[in-house]
């Protein structure tokens, strides 16, 4: 790929539509597209450094001049034209008073675009030659570095017509342009310094988004949600480690060595920020902007039968043997005009091996990434001390659901509940008689409305490379942490694992060879 080379590509989706895009960026963009299009006016309109591109939802034809729109007519029509100009058909030059060419506006006859102004729009149409043909289009200008790749750029909004976009692309390629590479637009926008590559990763989240909150939350990873707080951890990780160094570069000199407890203290409080970012994150691969909900609770309470209960169908495989559900099962909940993603993962028992080990800890996994916890109770236990091991693995809001209400009264884990002082509300249930199964909806609902669930205090949504490189980080801060309290010295050895720690964080953000490889394949053309 040769950065000197101006490129282009169509930069909309495939297929027929109203409006299509093909993009130029380059050195020579200004110059082919000159070659090709002529300007149906013979104003072209200017804003110095707008916040959004002018005219960008205008119709086919039509481009928006500030305050005052100029149109392409047709022949014999009058066109209707701002203060100080007069137009009086289309073979007709305007008047205006002597070297003067209208707020907002330059004077692009002659000159062609290369008199154009930084950032623009005109009407015009784009002469294919070869073919015989002119094609109406409205034409973008923005000049570097004001640009998304920083370069000149050029857009033509031209028709959707799936046999001529093409010849578009075909005509500025025979006039100098190379075909751009799968996400090159946006390779030139990370090189120059327009996006980190975390950033860069977004764009085609954006793309792909499925649901408006998915959208949202890929425009949040697109304006460097993610980027400005790895930022901030890599920022500590950094002061850490230059205490580290003082300590080790100055151990001869006559100066003071920084405490080991401050050391600890500061690597403890960053590893728990991290943990705590990794832990509210969302994966990119699922987000789809639902709450999502978590049935917790010890083997063989009745979280699958209140699952299929509150599915209100035989969803997940109900039996008397405890441990029947080993993988997290995942179903739509409908509940009050809201959609909840609602999970059903194994029981929370000590691990007897290695797979139920690895049972448990996605069960964890799954219970660490919800925003609202079910806590199964079962009304027939005959005690719940045990159960304050679940408190120290919920990190969520919670509601209470008392299961079996049918055997037994609810009120051993009311007063439970009680005791702990939680802030859940309880709801008594049976999976064989129904008996609750609306209230828990409705308790449900209270959660998420009336602010008992913060979506405010999710984390961002990351990617699966994001995710990796964060459980690096982590690893590699908790072994800087452990080392750093040992009561012998061990400071070139936190020094090595707090720069493993910064690396992996670098990578988020950072243009590595490698993690560039891995972003843009995924990239289609045009991006």
């Not at 405490?259 to 728990?272: S, T």
Request: glycine share 10%; charged share 25%.
């Amino acid at each position: 790929m040769n950065l000197d080379d101006t490129i282009v590509a169509v930069s909309s989706p495939a297929g027929g539509a109203e409006r299509a895009i093909v993009r130029l960026s380059g050195t020579r963009a200004v110059a082919i597209a000159d070659g090709l299009f002529t300007l149906d006016q013979l104003t072209f309109s200017r804003r110095a450094c707008p916040a959004r591109l002018p005219g960008k939802d205008a119709p086919p034809g039509r481009a928006h001049t500030g305050p005052h729109q100029t149109r392409t007519s047709r022949p014999g029509h009058t066109v209707a034209a701002p203060p100080g100009r007069t137009h009086t058909g289309p073979n007709r030059k305007r008047t205006s008073r002597p070297g003067h060419t209208g707020a907002g506006h330059t004077d692009a006859a002659g000159a062609g675009l290369a008199a154009a102004p930084t950032y623009g729009a005109c009407a015009g149409h784009l002469t294919l030659a070869h073919h015989h043909m002119q094609v109406p289009a409205t034409l973008y200008l923005m000049r570097a570095p004001r640009s998304y790749t920083c370069e000149d750029v050029v857009e033509f909004h031209v028709g959707g017509w799936p046999a001529v976009v093409p010849l578009v692309v075909e005509a500025l390629v025979t006039a100098g342009a190379r075909p751009a590479e799968p996400g090159e637009f946006t390779f030139r926008a990370l090189l120059r310094g327009r996006l980190d590559v975390a950033q860069a990763e977004a764009v085609m989240a954006v793309v792909d988004a499925g649901s408006r909150a998915a959208l949202r939350a890929a425009a949040g990873l697109l304006g460097g949600d993610l980027s400005r707080r790895v930022g901030a951890l890599g920022d500590r990780v950094r002061e850490a480690l230059a205490l580290v160094e003082v300590d080790l570069d100055f151990s001869d000199h006559d100066v003071p060595p920084v405490p080991p407890a401050d050391i600890a203290h500061r690597i403890g409080a960053v590893r728990a920020d991290l943990a705590d970012l990794g832990r509210r994150s969302r994966a990119m691969e699922t987000f789809d902007g639902r709450v999502r909900l978590v049935i917790a609770g010890w083997p063989n309470v009745g979280k699958s039968s209140l699952f299929n209960r509150l599915l209100a169908r035989d969803r997940a495989i109900v039996a008397e043997t405890p441990g029947t559900t080993r993988d997290e099962l995942r179903d739509t909940l409908h509940l009050g005009g809201l959609a909840m993603a609602l999970s059903d993962v194994a029981g929370l028992d000590a691990a007897r091996d290695e797979l139920e080990g690895k049972v448990r800890a996605k069960a964890l996994e799954a219970i660490g990434r919800a925003d609202l916890v079910i806590l199964a109770l079962d009304a027939t236990a005959a005690s719940y001390h045990r159960t304050d091991e679940l408190l120290s693995l919920v990190a969520a809001p919670m509601v209470v659901a008392v299961t079996k209400c049918d055997l037994a009264p609810p009120d051993g884990a009311r007063a439970w509940v009680r005791e702990r002082g939680l802030a859940a509300e309880v709801v008594p249930t049976s999976a064989v008689t129904g008996q609750g199964i609306d209230a828990l909806g409705e308790a449900l609902v209270r959660a998420v409305t009336g602010g008992t669930v913060d979506r405010q205090a999710a984390g961002p949504v990351v990617t699966a490379r994001h995710r990796a490189a964060l459980e690096r980080a982590a690893v590699a801060l908790v072994r800087a942490h452990r080392l750093a309290r040992r009561p012998e010295p061990a400071g070139e050895l936190v020094a090595l694992e707090l720069g493993e720690a910064l690396d992996a964080l670098a990578a988020i953000t950072g243009a590595r060879g490698d993690v560039l490889d891995e972003v843009f394949s995924r990239f289609c053309i045009g991006k």
